[in-house]
């Protein structure tokens, strides 16, 4: 899950102040262990706090960013996923429970997890009994059919997952929806609707991440009648326990009761609120006064208190605070097409050279930060070994004798130039890059740092010329998983098939047929124990190619309301709060 998911603020102008005092604030008074005692209250982490069955209220969200698109099809921000549950079902869902037991999938509009086929290739399922539109009108087989069928138009309908359609048309043989000829435009080879309450999936190769997909938003049903295709973002049809009833982009939502939707069909939501509200402003500090002051309840993006903030609410309010990990990776990642990184030499003296506690400090200590991160693999990825650390991150300190033993070896006793590419929208970015220039500076690597356009990413970083011709050494970046797997997290990062001319992902061009040949021997198992340990050993092969520079595994500080009832973090949702599951006390 690209970085793209979470809140985009740019930078104001005076980066460079920004930066220093961002710096300054984290070593002295921002960071986790700095708050003259005070910690986060965590009680709302891995564990459900103030429960409650009680109806009733309006649960109010603030935040400072849009969603990329309210339309399931095209939605790709974390932030969303979560949120889009209140409109939105899918076959399966996550289970509504804290931490660590909410990555179990569990049936939503189907009865159960599908019955599949002993080669592992066809998976069925039937849909449960009284599940509705808003209009009250039954959801079919034939609805869940064309809602992922839409996820074919990319032409009109750009922006989310795609999983699905490289899962079941490989050869890219089916034209989408709008295209198709069919008279029902359910044209789709690979999904088969034999009555309304059962449908059919036929995967041309095994994957045993195929349910976790089918969990995604991009798996909702659509009805053709009230598609309205590219629009459909400022106003879904719901499936969910609540409707739509304003949208003002970059300002403001309100949804109301889906009086056709029954608790008892649903497994998932708990649906307290009468009324869900939000409101979002361009101030993030701002933001955060209005949370610590009780207008609003939870932030919807997620993305930790700013440094005001959040020394405020740990010094006067902590037992409104909690501190979860996200499930991001924050990282610098050496492209190989740039000199002189095509040295594995050269980017292990980046690796070594690096003062691990200056970078996460710049992140925002052990708090706001994160843990140091010691390999590409995040603690919410089965398979993840947090303790393997074949750089030594965890001594927190630059291996001087090896950095410059390094550069020996890559050729450049004396050290070389390179550029560091940030992005210009994220301040805490730019202080993990000029962290990063200082201690490099110290063993002869002259790093220059250049900001770039945030809202142009894939255009810029993720386009390998681009990359090249501006000659972008190190790239500062951060991913978290679409689910939690190595192929949810890891694919588009270290696949050599997922090497892109835009849109790319994989920074570090890194192409290793070991690695590719691991990837589909650990798709094709079903069994994720199995998997994992594949996925195991893929992180090893990706951190001896020495590509990555990881900084932290992503911490947050975040606020709740005391009204807040039935709260907790799930780790199916990158440590956010499970929207569907919250009320209000009135």
Partial sequence: MTTSRQAKRRLAAGSALVVAALLTTTACGGGGDDNKGSKPSNLAVNKVHNPSDKKGG????????????????????????????????????????????????????????????????TYTYTLRDGITWEDGKPITSQHVKYGIERIWAQDVLSGGPVYLRDVLDPKGEYPGPY????????????????????????????????????????????????????????????????????????KSMVLSRNEHWKPESDKIRKALPDKITLTLITNADEM?????????????NATGMGQEGRVTALQKHSKNVDNPSTGFIRYAVMPQNVAPFENIECRKAVIYGADKTSLQTARGGPQAGGDIATNMLPPVVKGSDPKYDPYGALKGKPDVEKAKEALKKCGKPNGFKTTIAVRNNKPVEVATAVSLQASLKKIGIDAQIDQYD?????????????????????????????????????????????????????????????????????????????????????????????????????????????????????????????????????
Avoid at 97 to 110: F, N, R, T
Avoid at 292 to 300: E, K, L
């Fill in 58 to 121: 309006t649960l109010k969200f603030i935040g400072t960013q849009d969603a990329d698109s309210w339309d399931p099809t095209r939605g790709y921000y974390g932030f969303m996923w979560d949120y889009a549950r209140y409109y939105s079902r899918q076959l399966l869902s996550y289970q509504p429970a804290p931490g660590k037991a909410s990555q179990e999938l569990v049936g939503d509009l189907a009865t159960s997890r599908a019955k599949i086929s002993d080669d592992g290739l």
């Fill in 179 to 250: 295209k198709d000829k069919s008279k029902d435009k359910l044209g789709l080879k690979a999904i088969e609707t034999p009555d309304e309450k059962t449908i059919v999936f036929h995967l041309p190769e095994r994957n045993g991440d195929f349910e976790e997909m089918l969990a995604m938003p991009a798996a909702s049903p659509a009805r053709p009648d009230k598609d309205t295709k590219s629009k459909y973002g400022l106003r879904p049809f719901s499936s969910g326990p609540y409707k739509w009833d304003s949208y003002e982009p970059n």
């Fill in 288 to 300: 955060d006064k209005r949370l610590i002051s009780g207008d609003y309840d939870v932030d919807i």
């Fill in 454 to 586: 945030g809202s142009q990413t894939s255009g810029i970083v993720g386009s390998p010329k681009v990359v090249k011709d501006k000659g972008y050494g190190i790239i500062i970046h951060g991913w978290g998983p679409d689910f939690p797997t190595g192929q949810g997290f890891s694919l588009p990062l270290v696949s050599g098939k997922y090497i892109l001319d835009s849109g790319n992902n994989n920074f570090s061009m890194l192409k290793d047929d070991k690695i590719d040949e691991l990837f589909v021997k650990a798709q094709q198992e079903l069994d994720q124990d199995k998997a994992a340990e594949i996925y195991g050993q893929i992180n090893k092969l990706v951190s001896e190619h020495a590509v990555y520079l990881p900084f932290v595994f992503e911490k947050n500080i975040i606020w709740r309301s005391s009204r807040l009832t039935n709260v907790y973090t799930a780790d199916a949702y990158n440590g956010r709060y499970d929207y569907a599951s919250l009320g209000v006390v009135k």
